[in-house]
């Protein structure tokens, strides 16, 4: 699953729509977004652009509502706990 990210907001929860919302408003990217709804608060963000989705990955520390979005790279054995 090349350009796809984890991602979860730290210290809060968020619901799915509000995600997508925020990201796409805070990553402007120029194609779309495919964003799942994973367990644990988590979300798995799929790109369909290398470059933004590689600009996201090593860009500043993201934050939404003063809280920490961490972010990984998706691999076979990533795990949601």
Do not use: C
């Not at 652009?49 to 993201?62: A, D, R």
């Amino acid at each position: 699953m090349a350009r796809t990210m984890i991602v979860k907001l730290l210290g809060r929860q968020i619901s799915y729509l509000n995600m997508v919302n925020i990201l796409q408003s805070i990553w402007r990217t120029n194609q779309p977004l495919q964003i799942i709804d994973l367990e644990n608060d988590h979300f798995s963000v799929k790109f369909q652009n290398e470059e933004e989705y590689l600009t996201v990955l090593s860009g500043k520390p993201w934050a939404i509502y003063g809280h920490y979005l961490t972010i990984r790279p998706w691999t076979l054995d990533l795990t949601s706990n």
